[in-house]
């Protein structure tokens, strides 16, 4: 059964994930990437734009897809991607008011955004990783994660 949370005081609370994407040199090769390293553009278009988007869409849709979890009033959702060599490194952070956490929201986001670029380049190669989908910080309830202090 889903946790009881009506005995919790309602808090601001904060969650950080992290995902990255790994691309094989087919797919680096084959796709246009700006000049500050922030966008991928293919036939299907901007692909860091569009998997931004994804990852919104899919934070706000977590409590649809995860049976115990509760649905939220999200105050915030950010997703950054930037590539670093042949790695898109995705965070999604996520910012709530109320009384439980908003972790997997935030790990819903960046895995998210991450099946969104995988969808986008996969016609090239079906050679890309998703790996290490990590909750980087959480603020707020009980416990604080900070591995992480860069803000979004």
């Known amino acids: ?58 934070a706000k849709r977590t409590s649809d897809l995860i049976p115990l979890c509760h649905p939220l009033p999200l105050d915030k959702v950010h997703v950054e991607i930037r590539l670093e060599g042949n790695v898109a490194i995705v965070e999604c952070e996520c910012h709530v008011t109320h009384k439980t956490g908003v972790e997997m929201e935030a790990l819903m986001g960046s895995s998210i955004a991450a099946l969104t670029i995988y969808d986008m380049v996969k016609a090239v190669s079906h050679k890309v990783k998703i790996q290490e989908t990590v909750l980087v910080s959480k603020r707020g309830g009980k416990r604080t994660i900070d591995e992480d202090k860069v803000e979004m």
Do not use: Y
């Open 1 to 58: 059964s889903m946790v009881n949370v009506g005995h919790k005081v309602v808090s601001q609370r904060m969650a950080r994930a992290r995902t990255k994407v790994i691309f094989p040199p087919e797919v680096m090769d084959a796709f246009s990437i700006s000049s500050n390293n922030n966008e991928m553009v293919g036939p299907k278009g901007p692909i860091f734009a569009t998997a931004q988007l994804a990852g919104i869409m899919g």
